[in-house]
Nanobody, 114 residues
């Protein structure tokens, strides 16, 4: 059974930082793409950042220069370092495998207070 477990969310003041982690289990073959998505209240889920197994990355324009995605292939774990957080970053953050999301975690809440 495939499982993704996110951690690291919480409440932070504007300008602060958080680091999210997502650990996967139950996946036999190597995962190529892993990504972070977010969904704010009343909005659609959006891609935040994506990383390939080779380390190629892409980011939403709104987070470029502030967020960094990375991964540890040996541990099947993906990270999202979030710096310079703003109120608009408040959302539930999900990790997912695959280019467009095959398997999903349960999400972790990030709340940025202004």
């Amino acid at each position: 059974q495939v499982q993704l477990v996110e951690s690291g969310g919480g409440l932070v003041q504007a300008g602060g930082s958080l680091k999210l982690s997502c650990t996967t289990s139950g996946i036999i073959f190597g995962i190529n793409y892993m990504g972070w998505y977010r969904q704010a209240p009343g909005k659609q889920r959006e891609l935040v950042a994506r990383i390939s197994k080779a380390g190629n990355t892409n980011y939403a324009d709104s987070v470029k220069g502030r967020f960094t995605i990375s991964r540890d292939n040996a541990k099947n774990t993906v990270y999202l370092q979030m710096n310079g957080l703003i109120a608009e970053d408040t959302a539930v953050y999900y990790c997912a495998t695959g280019y467009a999301g095959d398997y999903w975690g349960q999400g972790t809440q990030v709340t940025v207070s202004s």
